[in-house]
């Protein structure tokens, strides 16, 4: 099927235009799900983590034993977050698929992907593992770079190769992500289907169409860099005005006030500058991923969605079919009888169906009777 980025935009926006429930909601409650376990998990294990490791630095018996631990809870309880994300994104690409493809969508499609956890899984592991793998691959032209750089003891050659090499991985790493991008659309559509085989089927589709797609999300990439200079214009103004109060308080309060100061600030910054972004964030996560459904349903063969029926036309202005020559008749009173039409005298003339705001019909002349 062949596939159109300027059409396949313009369809998603035309989609999310007439979707209900609004996408940005269903966006915002995703967000939220993906978003607030991660804070929850930094926030209850960052405090005591950094508690203990002044602990450690004291001296203190012990400490150093609980902030290992805590630190094994932290990695641990960060893989939970990171598989519970992954199920609740393919969750959201339901949603999104549904969008595209017409189809009634609620905020149940975003629990979508706990049906499907069994397979989700293995599937966001092996993802990782196969570009890990690739990673190490890639370390073997990366540590020669690194060895030529070194023995010709010159800095710029050094940096060059760290340089040369670490775009070179980065770009590698793109290529592979893309070539398992759409699995879990795959498996969305074979639920029955295991992890290899929709990694399998990521690549064939893939094949010769991972230019076209890194195109449609580089097409993105202006409204990205407009969030990043929200972001960053929200944090300096911010964080500038911490810095000259931490500065005016240091001499009488100390260090510890003017550290206090900057970290509320930072994180002051980082809020303010998401509840910035929101707005645009919630309208542009559901613009990318139903114009990502659409590359997909083109590369698989689905084509494009039929276009909805046209809606029913208005209803036609009141009729009313009555003779020229009959009164309308008022209405009876409660509890009697209406007594018998009488047959209305012949008219020279019908008027048939007419609307009130109609002219009279005219009269037609009547050949004389022989």
Request: hydrophobic content about 50%; proline content about 8%.
């Amino acid at each position: 099927m062949d596939y159109d980025r300027v059409r396949v935009k313009q369809m998603a926006r035309g989609v999310l235009r007439r979707a209900r429930p609004r996408p940005w909601l269903v966006t915002l409650v995703y967000t939220l799900l993906t978003t607030l376990p991660g804070v929850a998990v930094s926030f209850v294990t960052s405090v005591p983590q950094t508690l203990a490791g002044s602990l450690s630095y004291a001296g203190r018996y012990g400490a150093a034993a609980a902030e290992g631990t805590l630190v094994l809870i932290s990695l641990f309880a960060s893989v939970l977050v990171g598989l519970l994300t992954a199920v609740l994104s393919t969750g959201y690409a339901y949603y999104a698929m549904n969008l595209w493809r017409g189809r009634r969508t609620d905020f149940q499609d975003l629990f979508h992907g706990l049906s499907l956890a069994g397979k989700v899984i293995p599937l966001y592991l092996l993802m990782g593992v196969f570009c890990a793998l690739w990673g190490l691959a890639f370390m073997v032209v990366y540590l020669p770079a690194l060895a030529v750089g070194l023995l010709l003891e010159s800095e710029a050659a050094l940096y060059a190769a760290l340089t040369l090499c670490t775009i070179a991985y980065l770009a590698l790493l793109l290529n592979r992500t893309l070539r398992y991008a759409l699995a879990y659309y795959i498996l969305l559509d074979h639920p029955s289907w295991g992890a290899m085989d929709c990694l399998n089927a990521s690549k064939d589709l893939m094949r010769g169409r991972r230019w076209s797609l890194c195109v449609l999300e580089l097409s993105f990439l202006g409204w990205y860099l407009l969030l990043t200079a929200i972001l960053l214009v929200v944090m300096v103004v911010v964080f500038g005005a911490a810095f000259l109060l931490a500065t005016a308080l240091l001499p009488n309060y100390g260090v510890g006030a003017a550290a206090l100061v900057l970290l509320l600030a930072l994180l002051g910054a980082l809020l303010l500058g998401s509840l910035c972004t929101l707005p645009l964030t919630l309208w542009l996560t559901p613009y990318l991923n139903v114009a990502a459904v659409g590359f997909y349903d083109c590369a698989a063969g689905y084509g494009y969605p039929q276009p909805a029926p046209p809606p029913a036309p208005e209803p036609p202005a009141h009729y009313r079919y009555q003779s020229r020559d009959v009164a309308p008749r008022p209405p009876a009173a409660p509890g009697t009888v209406s007594p018998p039409r009488e047959e209305p005298p012949a008219s020279r003339y019908y008027s048939g169906f007419i609307r009130p705001e109609d002219p009279p019909a005219p009269e037609e002349d009547q050949e004389p009777q022989k």
